[in-house]
């Protein structure tokens, strides 16, 4: 009973809060123009208008693109699951893993890409060939640096390696966690879509990508998808949050009063990633799409030296 | 005493900047340098009777031994008998609207500051130090290389100070990881000061000192032209004025030499053998011969040929003191004397050729004993000193240093040295002795100056120069042999 | 304790792989900045940590601060503003293969620190490594680069990194060294940035591969 509540609490916390930080990140670079910008909450009311409305789905598409917007919000909703975010307590009663993360993450995508590709427009088919581009050029990055917690906490189990984070004390103070910080911030702007790979908030042919796929998308169709989205955006900073910044609720949790303490500082230090990313977001241009290969790079030379740094040279420190 | 060494280039700059005439700035340029030179004969003296001169003043960073007291003489008579040369010479190249006049200046003050950091070079204790002074060296002769400011000469220039400031920057690396390796023997006043490590040599970390080595040898080798990090010699050398030219080769190789001596006395005392240091400065003085010999038989520009004979000489030096016995020690420091007076007088002749041709192209300079017959004769005499026949100087220290490596049982390495040496002297001989006879050929007319002998005091400097070469090849003074020989026991520890 | 350190030595070495990953002059410039900003820091915080309190590294700190972070910088933009030309590609390879190469320039100098018997006590000082990678990237730089511009800052770079390994493996120089070092650097960046311009105007360009006339 209890482990049911917990569930359903993560889920709760997951869902309300993923489009609070797009509202955030909205509001601040609105700031940075001198503009006051939408309400913070504009992001639901979007979304709630969304899911009232009815969508329109094109007559040449197939069955692809109507099973789509589910498949990519369930599978954001189960890589929620996966990742502890106010508990210990993994709420999925499968035995998963960081590999089955990031296969999940991986499945949603695949079909936001064939969905784009079935409607047989021309933006579609342009947005999802930048995606596997984007994404390929991204998952190395990706893999190593959660295979590199993994290893430094000798687990690929999520909660297993907050726990080994936590016992390291405050992980940010060692270079390696620095460089695996930094690259994973690099991995959060590229996998959500956000301003030196793409620019969400306009639709210009040249440069969208995510938008490109969701062109065709309305009503309740576009509402899901968006969510899912804004769900896996939040999964990938919990990750970060939570491994490289673990606090103790977390761990051992206690009861309802731990319990809120542990959400209490959870949306806190979301808050605080997200100020960052819209921070980076509000200093950089957009790169050509040519040149998203030397970001790609850069976040993969901040793992390698961070695993230098970690495995070579002093592997006893930590 | 020997603080004047150090104040008189200073002041002199600051005269410098004061003064306006022409005639006024050569006055105060050739009193410094006399000034200069009598100081340098009274610390010579102290040195013989002491051993070595020390002041406490300034933290104490005042040094002078038997070792930097030669190559500091060679300093200053150098730069003595530059000063006189250049009087004429820089007038004859206003006259022909080579420099504007306001330039000469700009010369003096850099010539200046130039000799300063070569002084300090030599006469300071700690090898940080020393370091800054070196890396000031090129910082100072900069300008003196684009001096005519041309595509070439700033060319020349450019390389100069881009390769010469990062190679010297490795030698920083070599000082601090010399540093890291004594850091737990020394006290806070003795950080490296060179007396110091060499006395506590043995307790030094051998590793960390091994390292080290290799970064000094690799930063103070491209300062000394070294082959392979010898790329800027040529260019500098040939590009820059004649006056220049003397110095950069006979000084300034001088003390970037120096400065790996001291390096190898440390390093060898504290790895007890000549294995490591010997492979490593053997290696890269035969690569330094070969390369030279190789561009010289190919040369057509006389002033680079002189250049590239430089970077023989120093090769010839870094296999003498890789050799590592009493005999190719005196040898290499008796070299470095030689070779100083012989190519700086070179360059001081070719640079009256240069005037008289207004080209370094050796095609087209023909008849250089009809032209400028004094100077001719010298040049021609200097060449063969240079390529080591007897009985100049040159000859004697080679001599000493093959016979030295032939003692140390290295009959190959004795076999290449010579074989070099033998096409060296081949490339000398078939390339520049062209241009002393044939066709008075002078390209332009207008340019040349009208009385072929005009520049009698830099004529006079030559035959000084000549006549020191040549004697020093049959007899050395006494105080010189002493000077040598006390240097050679500071090298290798009696 | 020593591990704030060690992050500072990665944020270091770090700096000199986002110049490497530079397009442009003014970029390479602003990183050149913070690199130094780095350095100041660091030098800071060893002089307040290190038991005896060593004021000449705050000094030095100071000094870092006024040369490389503010002055040099901004004479270095002076110059390249004065010799402006049309922006083009300025380095030899792309950036993620000079990148990569750099990558394997920190391999190289830990296999060569590792030849040093007993650097700390057994484990290899990994400020050690990273700041003579450093040195290595900067040099790297400096032929990857073709803009004269391009080289002074690779020589910036390399000392600072010569300046970074001094003060890990020894706490710095004697002070009067360091000073000297310092004014070195000064002049030679002030001549450099003079004879750049002056290639700039006899060349009409500052790219140092039309400086090929002497040879042999």
Not at chain 2, 233 to 238: F, R, T
Not at chain 2, 254 to 267: E, H, K, L, P, Q
Not at chain 2, 300 to 322: C, P, Q
Not at chain 2, 451 to 467: D, H, Q, R, Y
Request: glycine share 6%; net charge positive.
């Amino acid at each position: 009973m209890q482990y049911a509540a917990y569930v359903l609490i993560q889920l709760l916390v997951i869902i309300m809060l993923a489009p609070l930080l797009d509202g955030i990140i909205r509001k601040i670079k609105a700031f940075s123009q001198k503009r006051t910008g939408i309400p913070l909450l504009q992001v639901y009311y979007d979304l709630l208008k969304l899911l009232r409305k009815t969508s329109v789905v094109s007559e040449e598409s197939t069955w692809v693109y109507k099973i789509a917007p589910y498949i990519v919000f369930s599978t954001s909703i189960a890589a929620a699951l996966l990742v502890p975010v106010t508990t210990k307590i993994m709420p999925g009663t499968l035995p998963g893993d960081i590999i089955l993360l990031i296969s999940i993450l991986g499945l949603g995508r695949f079909f936001t890409m064939l969905a784009a590709l079935d409607t047989a427009s021309m933006f579609g088919g342009m947005g999802s060939s930048r995606e596997a581009m984007v994404s390929i050029l991204i998952e190395p990055s990706v893999l190593v640096s959660l295979f590199m917690v993994g290893l430094i906490s000798k687990s690929t189990s999520l909660p297993q390696i907050m726990q080994a984070m936590k016992g390291i004390g405050a992980p940010l103070t060692y270079p390696v966690f620095v460089m695996i910080f930094l690259a994973f911030l690099i991995i959060i702007i590229a996998e959500s879509s956000r301003i030196p790979v793409d620019d969400p908030s306009t639709h210009l042919e040249l440069t969208m990508v995510h938008e490109a796929m969701m062109l065709e998308y309305s009503g309740r169709h576009l509402a899901i998808m968006e969510l899912g989205a804004m769900i896996k955006q939040l999964v990938l900073i919990t990750l970060l949050v939570n491994i490289l910044i673990p606090h103790d609720q977390l761990i051992a949790v206690t009861g309802i009063g731990a319990l809120v303490v542990s959400i209490f500082i959870y949306v806190a230090k979301v808050i605080t990633v997200t100020i960052i990313i819209a921070i980076a977001e509000v200093c950089t241009v957009k790169l050509r799409f040519f040149s998203i290969p030397n970001l790609a790079t850069l976040s993969f030379i901040l793992l390698f030296l961070g695993f230098l740094q970690y495995f070579i040279l002093g592997g006893s420190n930590v | 005493m020997g603080f004047v060494l150090l104040a008189a280039p200073i002041i002199a700059v600051l005269l410098f900047l004061f003064c306006s005439k022409r005639t006024l700035q050569h006055t105060v340029s050739v009193l410094t340098s006399t000034v200069l030179l009598i100081t340098a004969v009274f610390i010579t003296r102290g040195v013989l009777l002491w051993g070595k001169i020390e002041y406490q003043a300034l933290g104490g960073i005042f040094y002078v031994d038997s070792l930097s007291i030669i190559v500091l003489d060679i300093v200053l008579i150098i730069s003595f008998l530059v000063s006189i040369y250049s009087v004429s010479y820089m007038e004859n190249e206003i006259k022909n609207e080579k420099i504007a006049p306001g330039k000469l200046k700009i010369f003096y003050v850099l010539k200046y500051s130039f000799i300063f950091t070569m002084i300090l070079a030599l006469t300071v204790k700690n090898m940080g130090i020393m370091w800054i002074a070196i890396e000031a060296t090129t910082l100072a002769s900069a300008f003196l290389v684009s001096f005519y400011s041309n595509r070439y000469a700033l060319e020349a220039a450019w390389k100069y100070i881009i390769i010469c400031s990062v190679g010297i920057a490795l030698a920083l690396l070599g000082i601090i990881f010399l540093h890291l390796s004594s850091i737990e023997v020394l006290h806070g006043s003795q950080y490296l000061d060179w007396p110091a490590l060499c006395e506590n040599a043995k307790l030094l970390n051998p590793s960390v000192v091994r390292l080290a080595f290799i970064f000094i040898l690799v930063g103070f080798g491209t300062k000394a032209g070294l082959a392979p990090m010898h790329t800027w010699l040529p260019d500098a050398h040939s590009q820059a004025p004649s006056p220049v030219s003397a110095l950069l080769s006979g000084v300034l190789l001088n003390s970037a030499m120096y400065g790996i001596i001291r390096t190898v006395a440390i390093v060898n005392r504290n790895l007890g053998s000549n294995a490591y240091v010997g492979r490593l400065l053997i290696a890269v003085g035969v690569l330094s011969i070969a390369t030279a010999a190789i561009f010289i038989i190919t040369q057509r520009d006389y002033k680079r040929l002189l250049a590239y004979s430089s970077i023989e000489h120093m090769g010839i030096i870094a296999v003498a003191v890789g050799v590592f016995t009493p005999l190719s020690i005196f040898g290499a420091l008796l070299h470095m004397i030689n070779h100083s007076f012989t190519k700086s007088m070179l360059f001081l002749s070719s640079g009256r050729v240069l005037q008289k041709y207004s080209t370094k192209d050796i095609s087209k300079t023909k008849g250089v004993l009809r032209v400028i017959p004094i100077t001719g004769t010298a040049f021609l005499l200097g060449l063969f000193a240079i390529a080591g026949t007897p009985p100049f100087s040159v000859f004697a220290s080679k001599l000493n240093i093959a016979i030295s490596i032939f003692e140390i049982g290295g009959f190959w390495l004795g076999a290449i040295f010579l074989l070099l040496l033998a096409v060296v002297f081949v490339g000398i001989a078939l390339n520049l002795f062209r241009i002393f006879y044939g066709q008075d050929y002078v390209q332009d007319k207008k340019t040349s100056t009208p009385s072929a002998e005009s520049n009698f005091a830099g004529i006079a400097v030559i035959m000084v120069l000549l006549t020191i070469i040549s004697i020093t090849g049959i007899f050395i003074p006494y105080e010189l042999k002493e000077l040598v020989l006390n240097a050679q026991n500071i090298i290798i520890g009696s | 304790m020593f591990s704030y350190f060690d992050v500072l030595s990665v944020q270091i070495l770090f700096s000199s792989f986002i110049l490497m990953a530079n397009k442009r002059i003014k970029s390479y410039i602003k990183t050149f900045r913070i690199q130094s900003l780095l350095i100041a820091l660091t030098a800071g915080a060893m002089g307040f940590s290190l038991e005896k309190g060593r004021i000449d590294l705050l000094v030095v700190c100071l000094l870092i601060i006024v040369l490389k972070v503010i002055l040099i910088p901004n004479m270095l933009e002076k110059t390249y503003a004065s010799v402006e030309y049309i922006v083009e590609k300025d380095f030899i390879l792309n950036i993620p293969i000079l990148v990569i190469l750099s990558c394997a320039l920190v391999v190289f100098s830990y296999f060569s620190v590792s030849t040093i018997e007993g650097i700390n006590s057994g484990i290899i000082n990994a400020q050690i490594v990273n700041s003579m990678s450093v040195i290595l990237i900067g040099l790297f730089f400096m032929i990857s680069r073709k803009k004269a511009i391009g080289q002074i800052v690779g020589f910036l770079v390399v000392e600072n990194g010569l300046y970074v390994t001094a003060l890990f493996s020894t706490h710095g120089l004697p002070f009067i060294v360091d000073l000297g070092v310092f004014i070195d650097v000064l002049t030679a960046v002030v001549i450099m940035g003079f004879m750049v311009f002056n290639i700039s105007e006899k060349f009409d360009s500052i790219d140092i591969e039309k400086l090929n006339k002497l040879r042999g």
